[in-house]
């Protein structure tokens, strides 16, 4: 059954292939607004949205981008996945924990998803992620204890929760200075990168 999306979570402006989880949490107006009911529910949009692209053979591979808030999930998937026409879907979220990532790969399996499923985890210094959420464009701030919450419930994923292939980058990418970019700091298994080892970070 193919279902039809609300209309704040269509796929991303630069490539139908990226699912955000923000992208629902944003009311018509473009505000943001998070309440774990939404969130949840959003996650199981995304979940059918890939149910139907892959029934329609279009998505054959998932990419899951995790981490932290403002780690810079979003710009390197502005990075990657403008070039990507290989049929694969990105879907960003937080998913920091085992838990978080278990429940999404479950929401995968229970409507017949059966896909790969591979992890980007990215990773930034703790005080630079907090610079720059504090000087995001769109002007929502996370709190400090939220982000401090994030930071310490966080764990990189492994392909022993489910994953074909894991990868972690971190980004160096100093939003005063403008230098650095992301480079893959890990992969499992061993030398399992396809992507490049570092690529420059958007302006």
């Known amino acids: ?75 390197w998937l502005r990075i990657q996945a403008t070039s990507s026409s290989d049929g694969t879907f990105f879907v960003e ?3 920091y924990s085992p838990s978080k990532r278990a429940e999404f ?29 504090q000087q995001r464009a769109d002007g929502f701030q996370m709190p400090v204890a939220v982000m401090e919450r994030y930071q310490s419930l966080y764990s990189r994923p ?13 980004n160096s990418y100093n939003d005063a200075t403008g230098n650095g970019g992301y480079s893959i700091i890990a992969t499992e298994p061993p030398g399992g990168n396809n992507v490049s080892s570092e690529v420059e970070h958007p302006e």
């Open 105 to 133: 790969l479950e929401n995968l399996r229970s409507i017949g998803v059966t896909l790969p499923v591979e992890a980007v985890a990215i990773e930034r210094d703790y005080e630079v992620a907090m610079v720059s959420m």
């Open 93 to 95: 979220d937080l998913l």
């Open 1 to 75: 059954m193919v279902v039809s999306l609300p209309p704040r979570l269509r796929p991303s402006t630069y490539n139908h292939n990226v699912l955000q989880t923000d992208s629902f949490l944003r009311d018509e107006a473009g505000d943001y607004h998070f309440t774990p009911e939404r969130a949840a529910e959003a996650k199981l949009w995304i979940c059918q949205f890939i149910k139907d692209a892959a029934d329609r053979g279009v998505c054959r591979r998932i990419i899951v981008i995790c981490g932290c808030p403002a780690v810079g999930k979003s710009a």
């Open 158 to 170: 492994s392909i022993t929760e489910g994953f074909a292939k894991v990868r972690v980058l971190i």
